[in-house]
């Protein structure tokens, strides 16, 4: 094998053949450089992985010159705005798991630009639990029973779910948070389980697909998508260019 690689105008085609011919060739060769075939298989991986979040990057950048010309329309209400100034010129709306990382890392990026941009912004929060962890429904039944009896208390149940996700690993957690907010746990019972709370929830999961979304956050700035956990930078540069005031 020595010979037929190593010599210098062996084609690619020689090669191939010798390979199609002695197979265990190939295997020869890692055995003897495990820690060399390691490495370039790593690499290989790296490579691909930047290639697709490259991809991904620029799928995203095309849809979002679509978005800011016709941007998405989610269903909203008042009813269903959970902080900011109704009829604000920038509108956030936030699909999010409350048991994904992700989520959790752009909890305090979002409540940035809420702060940034007070009187002048609005946030909806939007349920899309995913089936793989197991606590993010019930949260979402609870968040949106307290919803029912005060927004400022939603807010500060969501708060402090993202804040202390790491211990959110059972219903008693939820409750412990859903009491800390203020609450009234008699109420929040009774309301957990009825049809109107569970619709909403289960509205908002319909809309997330039907939009074409996959993974959460989703964070939609006056209707323009951003996926995954983004910097404020990102989320500013959407606010910039679909607040520009008509010359």
């Given at each position: 094998?020595?010979?037929?690689?190593?010599?210098?105008?062996?084609?690619d085609?020689?090669?191939?053949?010798y390979?199609?011919?002695?197979?265990?060739?190939?295997?020869?060769?890692?055995?003897?450089?495990?820690?060399?075939?390691?490495?370039?298989?790593?690499?290989?991986?790296?490579?691909?992985?930047?290639?697709?979040?490259q991809k991904?990057?620029?799928?995203?950048?095309?849809?979002?010159?679509?978005q800011?010309?016709?941007?998405?329309?989610?269903?909203?209400?008042?009813?269903?705005?959970?902080?900011?100034?109704?009829?604000?010129?920038?509108?956030?709306?936030?699909?999010?798991?409350?048991?994904?990382?992700?989520?959790?890392?752009?909890?305090?990026v979002?409540?940035?630009?809420?702060?940034e941009?007070?009187?002048?912004?609005?946030?909806?929060?939007?349920h899309?639990?995913?089936?793989?962890?197991?606590?993010?429904?019930?949260?979402?039944?609870?968040?949106?029973?307290?919803?029912?009896?005060?927004?400022?208390?939603?807010l500060k149940?969501?708060?402090?779910?993202?804040?202390?996700?790491?211990?959110?690993?059972?219903?008693?957690?939820?409750?412990?948070?859903?009491?800390?907010?203020?609450?009234?746990?008699?109420k929040?019972?009774?309301?957990?389980?009825?049809?109107?709370?569970?619709?909403?929830?289960?509205?908002?999961?319909?809309?997330?697909?039907?939009?074409?979304?996959?993974g959460?956050?989703?964070i939609?700035?006056?209707?323009?998508?951003?996926?995954?956990?983004?910097?404020?930078?990102?989320?500013?540069?959407?606010?910039?260019?679909?607040?520009v005031?008509?010359?």
């Amino acid at each position: 094998m020595v010979s037929v690689l190593g010599a210098c105008a062996t084609s690619d085609k020689q090669i191939a053949d010798y390979l199609k011919k002695n197979p265990k060739a190939v295997f020869d060769v890692i055995e003897d450089n495990p820690e060399q075939f390691i490495e370039v298989v790593n690499k290989a991986a790296r490579k691909a992985q930047q290639n697709q979040q490259q991809k991904q990057m620029s799928e995203m950048k095309k849809q979002q010159e679509q978005q800011i010309i016709n941007p998405l329309k989610p269903a909203l209400s008042n009813a269903r705005r959970l902080s900011g100034t109704a009829k604000a010129k920038i509108t956030i709306v936030e699909y999010a798991d409350f048991q994904c990382p992700a989520c959790a890392m752009s909890h305090p990026v979002i409540k940035e630009v809420m702060k940034e941009n007070a009187g002048n912004v609005q946030l909806y929060y939007k349920h899309m639990p995913l089936s793989f962890h197991p606590m993010a429904e019930p949260a979402a039944y609870y968040f949106e029973a307290i919803f029912k009896q005060d927004r400022a208390k939603a807010l500060k149940f969501y708060d402090l779910l993202f804040e202390n996700q790491k211990s959110l690993k059972n219903v008693d957690f939820i409750r412990q948070m859903a009491k800390k907010s203020g609450a009234d746990m008699a109420k929040v019972a009774k309301d957990i389980t009825s049809t109107e709370v569970q619709m909403i929830v289960k509205n908002d999961m319909s809309e997330f697909e039907k939009m074409g979304f996959t993974g959460t956050p989703v964070i939609l700035v006056n209707g323009v998508a951003l996926h995954g956990a983004q910097p404020k930078e990102e989320i500013d540069k959407i606010i910039a260019l679909t607040t520009v005031e008509p010359k």
